[in-house]
């Protein structure tokens, strides 16, 4: 699992927040073919891929942990995870 950076939103507030899988997968020579996200708190994703790109706009409620996981190619799942506070 990776932990990324921390994010800061302030009350009410929506933003594009990205995970870029580029280096994980060149280091495996393979691709992203799937993504998906979740917020602990049960705020609403919504998603997108381009390539190894996963993209995600968040309005939290609270206090909650982002999680992108994916699916490469070679069948290996890998997990970001960060803080929303």
């Known amino acids: 699992m990776i932990l990324a950076k921390t994010l800061y939103f302030a009350s009410g507030e929506t933003r594009?927040?990205?995970?870029?899988?580029?280096?994980?997968?060149?280091?495996r020579g393979t691709t992203v073919s799937?993504?998906?996200w979740e917020m602990s708190?049960?705020?609403s994703?919504?998603?997108?891929?381009?390539g190894t790109?996963?993209?995600?706009t968040i309005t939290p409620?609270?206090?909650?942990t982002l999680k992108n996981?994916?699916?490469l190619a070679n069948g290996e799942v890998l997990i970001a995870e960060r803080?929303?506070?």
């Open 53 to 56: 790109l996963a993209t995600a």
């Open 34 to 36: 799937t993504s998906a």
């Open 69 to 71: 996981t994916v699916t």
């Open 41 to 43: 708190d049960g705020s």
């Open 16 to 27: 594009k927040v990205e995970q870029q899988w580029a280096a994980e997968c060149e280091k």
């Open 61 to 64: 409620t609270g206090c909650a």
């Open 45 to 50: 994703v919504s998603a997108a891929l381009s």
């Open 83 to 85: 803080l929303v506070r």
